[in-house]
């Protein structure tokens, strides 16, 4: 299908619009040699009031597996893509999932788009993800990177601490994106991990609003390029004015983490990274969920609330960009077979009609994780919303379109991606920063030795708990048990309390304290053989109970076995500085504020903190 590519969207929508019953179509707009302002006003000016609304909803789409149109996913709740397209007449998705090949992934780009020229228009789909580059699996935040490259999480490129790689590592997401056909980037997360116990702190860039803002620039600098066009991914930055400050650390997914408290007085340190992400150009918003208790601004949930969205975001900062709400504010839902109501967090009572105004009179421009353009296009008919104040976010919306080239070439040359999505290079590039990220906490000489444990010899007879024993045998000898071994290798994740429903314990929140049946156990291996724990610090994880018992402790951000291996063997040097704090108890983080960066009791080990070998 490579020869895709060279297939015009106009002829595809000409003939649809010929065949239409409804009036000629105007084919101004594709004129490439026009200015884009005027290629949107003849667009705009010949849309019914149905096409308008479908741009202001953008949802999950269902990817197939075999290149071609996917049908209805019945565990999402999702219709089919020719549903999607053309009964909803929608023109924003976020791709849900991956093929197994990047060629597979823009052969059914292509057919998205084949499909979306038939319109009577020929409006081209635009097509989002979350993150995809690194080891998380969250339907809800992130998924696992599949064919792209694989690289450590968003945290872990802020232990690094190098704006050089960040943005380096956006530029290969950029390729990778665009090879496939992904446009529109639903990162960088830019809010400070303030609240050590939040779930979502993993793909941030640590507690610092300096750091945070310095690295989330040039992450967005990687992704739109040098300047803004078809060679370019827009970045929806989130999670305006900072998603961080949850009360308890519980998410905003949920009821129960629906407040965010400022209880330092600190809302103005959160917008920090903002301010820089707007300098560098950030072309999308996102605001969050939660809804802000105490402060100034109305308390309802950010997307719900014209304070923040106009009086803040649009005012005060002047930004001129696409506002999407996060994703499910206005309809309930039914996901994995439970429940999952609406995010309407201070407008519970408001029924779906009265929410979807409730958005557009706040300033947003389109609705995250929504499929009902038949309810915008009733409230246009009833008068309850105008369509001028439509035709103001349609324009935002259709500008981004042109500006990324999609109705002069919305295809992908299928060969290409292949080339390009996976390449030797950018793989190399991302096993270099999983190394590079890995943070040495302790290295401590074991009893009898002359020497640090670390970096380890190879040849040494191993005993590996959450390590491949094949790949640990590449580096010595595997043993069954720590009393055969000269060295134990560990490797564990910051802990996490398990949730009632399915889709929250894919957010790991709660405590952060180890179980007591998992401390003993460490110390057990611990008593036996100089050990080294290797720790998942998606969150910061509260080491105390074992911190002088290991021989070694190291902290991964997303990292294989192999990157930590060469990292405790002294094949590749450790990089990592701490994005965070790492509490030396619950009760000192419970005692901390949510809003205030660096705010636990004599923290076990402090932000910047990593060893060298």
Not at 29 to 50: I, K
Not at 292 to 320: A, Q
Not at 420 to 434: M, P, R
Request: with cysteine; net charge negative.
């Amino acid at each position: 299908m490579t020869d895709t590519i060279e297939t015009p969207a106009t002829e595809n929508a000409d003939a649809a619009a010929s065949a239409s019953t409804g009036a000629p179509v105007d084919p101004t707009y594709r004129d490439a040699s026009l200015p884009v302002d005027e290629r949107v006003e003849n667009l705009l000016g010949q849309m019914t009031l149905q096409e308008k609304a479908g741009l202001f909803f953008q949802t999950m789409i269902a990817m197939s597996q075999d290149g071609e149109l996917a049908e209805a996913n019945p565990m999402f709740g999702l219709p089919s893509n020719h549903d999607q397209v053309i009964g909803k007449g929608m023109t924003h998705f976020n791709v849900l999932g991956s093929a197994p090949s990047a060629e597979l992934m823009a052969k059914w780009h292509n057919a998205l788009q084949e499909l979306a020229a038939s319109t009577r228009l020929g409006i081209p789909v635009t097509i989002s993800t979350d993150p995809r580059h690194s080891f998380s699996d969250n339907p809800l935040a992130g998924m696992l990177s599949g064919p792209f490259s694989s690289w450590p999480e968003t945290i872990g490129l802020a232990a690094i601490r190098d704006e050089a790689l960040v943005e380096r590592f956006g530029d290969i997401a950029r390729q990778e994106y665009t090879a496939v056909g992904i446009r529109v980037a639903l990162h960088p997360q830019i809010d400070l991990a303030t609240e050590p116990r939040w779930g979502r702190q993993v793909a941030t860039f640590g507690e610092d609003a300096e750091l945070t803002g310095k690295l989330g620039a040039a992450y967005i600098r990687g992704f739109q390029g040098e300047s803004f066009g078809p060679g370019s991914v827009s970045t929806m930055t989130k999670h305006f004015p900072g998603g961080g400050p949850q009360m308890d650390g519980e998410d905003a997914h949920f009821a129960h983490g629906r407040e965010q408290v400022y209880p330092g007085g600190e809302f103005e340190l959160h917008l920090k990274p903002f301010e820089d992400a707007f300098a560098a150009g950030t072309r999308q918003i996102m605001p969050y969920y939660g809804m802000p208790v105490g402060t100034e601004y109305e308390e309802v949930g950010f997307g719900f609330n014209k304070s923040v969205i106009t009086g803040l975001l649009r005012e005060r900062y002047g930004f001129e960009g696409i506002v999407c709400t996060d994703w499910g504010l206005i309809s309930d839902a039914e996901i994995f077979g439970e429940p999952f109501p609406a995010r309407a967090w201070g407008v519970e009572d408001l029924t779906p009609r009265e929410r979807v105004i409730k958005v557009l009179e706040a300033g947003a421009d389109q609705f995250g994780g929504e499929a009902i353009p038949e309810l915008l296009v009733e409230l246009v008919e009833s008068g309850a919303v105008s369509e001028e104040r439509l035709d103001v976010s349609a324009r935002r919306l259709l500008r981004e379109k042109f500006v990324l080239g999609l109705f002069d070439q919305p295809y992908v040359d299928v060969e290409h991606a292949g080339r390009v999505v996976g390449s030797d290079e950018f793989v190399a590039a991302g096993e270099d920063a999983q190394r590079a990220s890995i943070t040495v906490l302790t290295n401590t000489v074991p009893t009898g030795a002359g020497s640090p444990v670390l970096p380890l010899a190879t040849g040494l007879k191993l005993y590996v708990e959450g390590i491949d024993a094949a790949v640990a045998a590449e580096y010595g000898t595997v043993v069954e048990t720590p009393g055969e071994a000269d060295v134990a290798v560990i490797r564990t994740h910051a802990p996490f309390e398990e949730r009632s429903s399915t889709f929250e314990n894919f957010f790991h929140q709660g405590s952060l304290d180890f179980t007591d049946e998992s401390v003993a156990h460490l110390r057990e291996v611990a008593a036996a053989v100089p050990t080294v724990i290797d720790v998942h610090l998606d969150r910061p994880a509260i080491l105390t109970p074992f911190v002088d018992d290991a021989a070694a402790i190291v902290g991964n951000y997303g990292a294989s076995a192999r990157a930590v291996l060469d990292v405790l063997t002294g094949a590749a040097k450790p990089l990592g500085k701490l994005p965070f704090d790492l509490p030396s108890s619950m009760a000192a983080v419970e005692a901390s504020r949510e809003d205030v960066p660096f705010d636990t009791e004599d923290p076990l080990f402090r932000f910047g903190h990593g060893l060298s070998l």
